[in-house]
């Protein structure tokens, strides 16, 4: 996986919310019936906040390409030939084009994600068949049935900081953020438990408020 950095991306924590409505009310006459309504209330609440995260991360490589590489090399069209060659000759465009790859890459990732992550009939998106592409199509078409046919710019943040997470977490490029900020807790904990063998440590749980994908 590559990570790159966009001007649309703002750096946050890495936390889905939702809220569905006010919650259960218990009591009234048929209790049974109210919870039993409620459940599926926020089953369809959670199944519907689960379909937006994934066209966020089906709309990535689109959201990216759209909206900053194409416009950038469309930017440096407009130049005069004179500036253009100057663009060229410092690497801008060879760097624009690379990051098209890289996005291209990342996105291939984020189709694994959803791919693994058992969502509806999703086919496999490595499959040559043409399944993807044709479930992909109806999945759009859903989302515009139900007057959904834009991502949130907000949904599309926290794709970008899933992908940066993923690089500083479990990447090799990520490594020595890991080292400067997880060193310094693991050499903590190895303090604190340092009397008890690591083979017995299996039982021992740490609270570890916002860890993100950790």
Request: charge should be negative; hydrophobic fraction near 35%; proline fraction near 3%.
């Amino acid at each position: 996986m590559h990570s790159h950095s966009h001007p649309q991306t703002s750096s946050h924590s890495h936390q889905h919310s939702h809220s569905h409505g006010e919650g259960c009310a218990s009591g009234g006459r048929h209790p049974s019936n109210d919870n039993s309504d409620c459940e599926e209330n926020e089953q369809e609440a959670e199944a519907n906040a689960l379909m937006d995260v994934v066209a966020a991360f089906l709309s990535y490589k689109t959201f990216i390409l759209n909206g900053g590489i194409y416009r950038r090399l469309h930017d440096i069209d407009q130049l005069s030939e004179r500036h253009r060659d100057i663009v060229s000759s410092l690497g801008t465009i060879d760097k624009i084009k690379s990051a098209e790859k890289l996005v291209r890459e990342n996105y291939k990732f984020l189709l694994d994600l959803v791919y693994l992550s058992a969502v509806g009939e999703m086919p496999d998106p490595s499959d040559s068949s043409g399944d993807f592409k044709q479930w992909h199509k109806s999945f759009v078409e859903s989302r515009v049935r139900a007057g959904k046919t834009i991502v949130k710019n907000s949904f599309m943040e926290k794709v970008l900081s899933t992908l940066k997470q993923f690089v500083r977490d479990w990447s090799a490029e990520g490594k020595s953020e890991r080292e400067q900020t997880y060193g310094p807790i693991m050499q903590a904990l190895e303090a604190e438990f340092a009397d008890i063998a690591p083979e017995a440590r299996g039982g021992i749980k740490v609270l570890v408020p916002g860890a993100g994908l950790g």
